[in-house]
């Protein structure tokens, strides 16, 4: 069976301040893809990056970063110089092979709020 | 448009009426999904079609009924529903090649059962 655990619940920052968001997955299978989706207060998730388990390159877009790490199954992401628009729930999701059609595992979320 | 819009974006219904909500994809995709979003649980995959057939049901009660006449277009009938079933839908879409492709996803109908 496949897991994303967040342990983070809630994150409070400061703008400008630095944040990242833990991302830790289970699975047994070789294959694999990893995502991560912002959900603003209006209610679509956004989606931002997807992983497959072959890249452990680590990513930078902007502000945003991604840490992908095998060894310790875990898919972390890193928001520099934080904005109060970066106010937001953020959802680490798991896809694995198999017969389903791109059936998402999600954690929990990470309520990310930024003050001014 | 563009991208995954839903309609209503809001609904009120008491336990005994029946209303449905609407998604539409502009994305050229042949996948699309039904997820319920509840207070405090993680995002709960309901249904899935792709092109059209229904590919997952994922142990739904009946009282949620899916339709999807073509690719582009995802409804959820909903009749008799309870309180609990109080809940932000959304809906979403991929390319469709399994299982990894990426899947967008739409504003949602947050749903208030009286």
């Known amino acids: 069976a496949q897991k994303v655990t967040q342990a983070q619940t809630e994150i409070s920052v400061v703008e400008k301040e630095d944040v990242t968001l833990d991302c830790v997955y289970e699975?047994?299978?070789?294959?694999?893809?990893l995502f991560w989706y912002k959900q603003p207060p209006s209610g679509e998730l956004v989606f931002l990056i997807r992983?497959?388990?072959?890249?452990?390159q680590n990513e930078i877009s902007g502000r945003y970063s991604w840490n992908f790490q095998k060894s310790t199954s875990s898919f972390n992401f890193t928001i520099t110089a934080s904005q109060v628009v970066d106010s937001a729930v953020y959802f680490c999701?798991?896809?694995?092979?198999?017969?389903?059609?791109?059936?998402?595992?999600f954690g929990q979320g990470t309520i990310l709020t930024v003050h001014p | 448009e563009t991208g995954v819009t839903q309609t209503p974006r809001h609904l009120v219904m008491g336990m005994t009426n029946k209303k449905s909500l609407k998604c539409e994809q502009h994305?050229?995709?042949?996948?699309m999904y039904w997820y319920k979003q509840s207070a405090k649980k993680p995002l709960e995959l309901m249904f899935v079609?792709?092109?059209?057939?229904?590919?997952e049901n994922n142990s739904v009660p009946s009282r949620f009924s899916p339709e999807c006449p073509n690719s582009s277009h995802l409804f959820l009938h909903l009749h008799t529903l309870q309180p609990e079933d109080s809940a932000l839908y959304l809906c979403?879409?991929?390319?469709?090649?399994?299982?990894?492709?990426?899947?967008?996803f739409g504003p949602g109908t947050r749903l208030t059962v009286l």
């Open positions: 979403a879409s991929s390319q469709a090649q399994p299982p990894t492709d990426t899947q967008y």
């Open positions: 699975t047994r299978d070789t294959t694999y893809y």
């Open positions: 992983r497959n388990s072959f890249d452990e």
């Open positions: 999701a798991l896809a694995t092979g198999g017969t389903s059609y791109g059936k998402l595992t």
């Open positions: 994305l050229g995709h042949n996948a």
């Open positions: 079609y792709n092109f059209k057939e229904q590919t």
